[in-house]
Nanobody
Framework: VRLVVSGGGLVQAGGSLRLSCAASSNIASFNPMAWYRQTPGNQRELVATISNIGAEHYASFVKGRFTISRDNSKNTMYLQMNGLKPEDTGVYLC?????????????WGKGTLVTVSS
């Protein structure tokens, strides 16, 4: 399974971006799917997760500004980022987990760079 991330770029503080994570296969059984970010000087941190039934969870530092969603019919997960701050600058990655009774595995997409200027 390939996860392809797109939508990053340069934006001014207060602006918005929407990231997409497109999967090469059906995502309906992926549970959860998630967005992470790698910010300069920091370890990888969890931004948001969404379950296979749409339950959303957010890191405190993005709550109220970012919205995670998924469209199973398009095999794509999204991250709508509003009210961007310079400290949101980093490489954003998506991930997905798949589990059966016999095994579990995870998939990761290559990141997209988000740069927020002050």
């Amino acid at each position: 399974v390939r996860l392809v991330v797109s939508g990053g770029g340069l934006v001014q503080a207060g602006g918005s971006l929407r990231l997409s994570c497109a999967a090469s296969s059906n995502i309906a059984s992926f549970n959860p799917m998630a967005w992470y970010r790698q910010t300069p000087g920091n370890q990888r941190e969890l931004v948001a997760t969404i379950s296979n039934i749409g339950a959303e969870h957010y890191a405190s530092f993005v709550k109220g500004r970012f919205t995670i969603s998924r469209d199973n019919s398009k095999n794509t997960m999204y991250l709508q980022m509003n009210g961007l701050k310079p400290e949101d600058t980093g490489v954003y990655l998506c991930a997905a987990w798949y589990e059966t009774d016999y095994y579990e595995t995870d998939y990761w997409g290559k990141g997209t760079l988000v740069t927020v200027s002050s």
